[in-house]
């Protein structure tokens, strides 16, 4: 059974998509929302904050919400995988393992993931039955084998993961940059060779601090926006000099 919140959301994020509120608009006030919608004011907030991790509204407290924008949005204020936050926003969704295969690893990813082998995925994701994403992981060797055992067409790695063996994705670091598509890249996302990729590198690791994956994910243009906000009192973007934690 839905949620009551969800319905609200649901309701909103249409209204939004429609056009009826439109980007740089003020959101009605959470009383104003709940008379519309015959709800207890927490119901209601608890709706404007699926919207607020969505990208679509805006974070500020102490005054009304600020509707953000239109767009796929991923905000980096929680991390979650691309089934999570594709499933979240409603869209269909799918993946499929294209390669796959344990190898010694290099020495930078035995710097990162403290093993001599890794397991090496590639997958392709789609959104809305288009395709979004290719997804390059180095997996670790302790979790290589819980991964192999998952279905190619594995919709959430992550969500698997968990059920299979209680692995929680608990932190992650992300590099953003753009790089240009090579030739089986733009066969995959069906671009053309040296269009833009928004390219996304990010470590996982547990709770412990053990690390999980090194991932290079690479995004047609156009298809998704990430979000970052800040603020005063708490900024969690940062800017560094090329690439000198990570490598190439």
Not at 96 to 114: H, N, Y
Not at 143 to 159: K, M, Q
Not at 184 to 201: E, F, N
Request: glycine content about 10%; overall charge neutral.
């Amino acid at each position: 059974m839905v949620a009551r919140y969800e319905r609200i959301a649901d309701a909103l994020r249409d209204d939004i998509l429609a056009g009826l509120h439109p980007v740089g608009s003020q959101l009605p006030t959470e009383a104003e929302l709940a008379a519309r919608y015959l709800a207890a004011r927490g119901t209601v907030r608890q709706a404007v904050a699926v919207l607020v991790a969505e990208g679509l509204v805006g974070s500020r407290q102490g005054a009304r919400r600020i509707v953000l924008g239109k767009a796929r949005s991923q905000s980096f204020a929680e991390l979650h995988s691309f089934a999570q936050w594709a499933r979240a926003n409603g869209y269909r969704f799918g993946g499929q393992v294209i390669t796959q295969g344990r190898r010694a690893a290099s020495p930078a990813e035995a710097a990162r993931l403290g093993t001599d082998e890794v397991l090496d995925v590639l997958r392709l994701r789609t959104l809305e039955g288009d395709p979004v994403l290719l997804e390059r992981t180095v997996y670790a060797e302790w979790v290589a084998t819980a991964v192999e055992e998952l279905a190619p067409g594995c919709e959430s790695v992550t969500e698997a993961l968990y059920d299979s063996i209680g692995l929680v994705f608990a932190y992650g670091e992300h590099l953003i940059d753009a790089v240009s598509a090579g030739a089986r890249d733009a066969r995959l996302l069906g671009v053309r060779r040296g269009s833009p990729l928004l390219r996304q590198r990010r470590i996982t690791t547990t709770h412990e601090g053990r690390p999980v994956e090194w991932s290079d994910d690479r995004y047609r243009a156009g298809s998704v926006v990430f979000s970052i906000r800040n603020s005063i009192d708490a900024n969690p973007l940062v800017r560094q000099a090329g690439d000198l934690r990570f490598g190439a």
